[in-house]
């Protein structure tokens, strides 16, 4: 096992790390930039070491002064969390260069799912359901048109470097795909520097469904169940579930296969996440792989027992994943609420000094955080502050319990998206399950 790992993170997430390197007797050395000196991550980890200046791309991106942390302090390896260099292909392959391990999926991996339509093609080889579209990027307007007359309209055109929501374009019609297509390949070239664009048949109103994934180097590749993310705003995702109001065990335990069979095709290592889009007549897609540990991993660790972070280590150490065998099925039910700093209005972010904070606990409630009273949230960064989440023996307890939970979580000085979870929580449909990713139009402003 390692005997010092640095973490290449901050927030939450850092702190989320350097718990399951303690549990498992692991040093940890956090990096951080000036203007988080004040972190809990830097008090918490065994050593701390400042590599930049508050943007980002002066610390927390900067590969240079990450590695050359690791190098300082005699760090083995190096967890990069969620975000920053997370699924940054090259990073990882300069951390392995450098005599250290990344703890994350080779960077063939990496590099292979970051491609979207690669990705789309190699999973589908391997049998795993797509929507209907190209198996390549598209060459020219008139391929684009003709593929599209094909399977029909509406059709969705997405950057081959893209992801997560960025870089698509919607077309009805033939006129509608005449200038998307070049619009859409413009934008991919600005925002990622590659052209590529690919095209799929549209779905509306469907489910987000992601799988979770382990795959340790001793040829075990398992999935953890699904996580429901439907309800996000602007491809930011609000509120998580596990399981699925949606899945029976029976479409979960193809599902899984089909995540599995995506994750063996890529010659996955570490945890994943398979995304899938499920149609309203219950078909499934792939969409997207994720190569990290995921902001909502805990409802995971919740209703399965499995600490994914711990996974994670153990099987960068070339340890077996210590998951027992067999089909796991989903202990009770579990929800996640992401508590942004952000203007409840206009959804801006709020950052600024937390004067108060009270924080809810008891019976099946977790709290991910790194706040403290007296904490000033600096505005460099990703507005989430924390994540609350809960679990009960069915969706109703955990419901509950959310509500309960929210209502005694006070954070003062700054605004909150907290009662925008407890209108959600109140949500007929919501609470009847029937979800969709469309379903936060009806609170938008
Ligand atoms: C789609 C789609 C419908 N049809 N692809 C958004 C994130 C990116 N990973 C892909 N996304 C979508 N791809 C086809 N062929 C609808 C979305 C989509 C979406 C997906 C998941 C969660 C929220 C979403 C919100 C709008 C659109």
Request: charged share 25%.
């Amino acid at each position: 096992m390692f005997s010092k790992v640095l973490i290449a993170n901050r927030g939450e997430i850092a702190l989320r790390i350097i718990a399951a390197c303690r549990e498992l007797g692991i040093a940890t050395v956090a990096v951080h930039s000036v203007a988080d000196r004040d972190c809990l991550h830097v008090r918490q980890a065994d050593e701390a070491v400042c590599i930049g200046g508050p943007y980002p791309q002066n610390s927390y991106l900067n590969i240079t002064a990450v590695i050359a942390a690791a190098e300082i302090t005699g760090a083995d390896a190096i967890h990069p969390g969620y975000g920053f260099l997370a699924e940054n292909a090259h990073f990882a392959e300069i951390v392995h260069e450098c005599g250290l391990t990344f703890i994350g999926p080779p960077p063939s991996a990496i590099r292979l799912m970051g491609n979207k339509s690669e990705a789309r093609k190699k999973v589908s080889a391997a049998g795993v359901p797509v929507l209907p579209g190209s198996l390549e990027p598209l060459q020219n307007r008139g391929e684009a048109l003709e593929l599209a007359a094909e399977i029909g309209y509406p059709v969705i055109l997405k950057a081959s470097a893209g992801g997560g929501g960025r870089g698509m374009r919607l077309a009805h019609d033939e006129r509608e795909l005449k200038r998307a297509f070049d619009t859409a390949r413009n934008e991919a070239e600005k925002a990622f520097g590659d052209p590529a664009i690919y095209l799929e048949k549209y779905l509306e109103q469907p489910r987000h469904i992601e799988f979770q994934i382990l795959a340790d180097t001793h040829g075990r590749v398992i999935h953890l169940g699904e996580r429901e993310c439907s309800i996000q705003r602007r491809h930011q995702k609000l509120l998580e579930e596990s399981p699925s109001p949606a899945l029976t065990p029976e479409m979960r335990a193809e599902m899984g296969r089909a995540a599995v069979a995506a994750a063996r095709s890529a010659g996955y290592l570490s945890a994943g996440t398979v995304e899938f889009l499920l149609a309203p007549d219950g078909t499934y897609s792939f969409m997207e792989m994720n190569t990290r540990i995921q902001v909502e991993h805990p409802v995971t660790e919740m209703v399965t027992g499995v600490d994914l972070v711990k996974e994670q280590l153990l099987i960068a150490a070339g340890q077996r994943m210590t998951v027992p065998k067999g089909r796991i099925v989903p202990n009770g039910h579990a929800i996640e609420f992401r508590i942004n700093a952000e203007d409840p209005e206009t959804f801006a972010p709020s950052p600024g000094r937390v004067s108060f904070l009270a924080l809810p606990g008891g019976p099946g409630v977790r709290v991910d955080t790194h706040l403290y009273a007296g904490y000033s949230i600096p505005p460099y960064y990703d507005s989430l502050v924390a994540k609350l989440i809960v679990h009960g023996r069915d969706r109703e307890e955990a419901i509950a319990r959310g509500r309960r939970a929210l209502t005694s979580l006070e954070i003062e000085g700054i605004r909150t998206s907290l009662a925008l979870h407890l209108r959600i929580l109140d949500d007929r449909d919501f609470r009847e399950g029937r979800l969709h990713t469309g379903f936060m139009e009806r609170y938008q402003v």
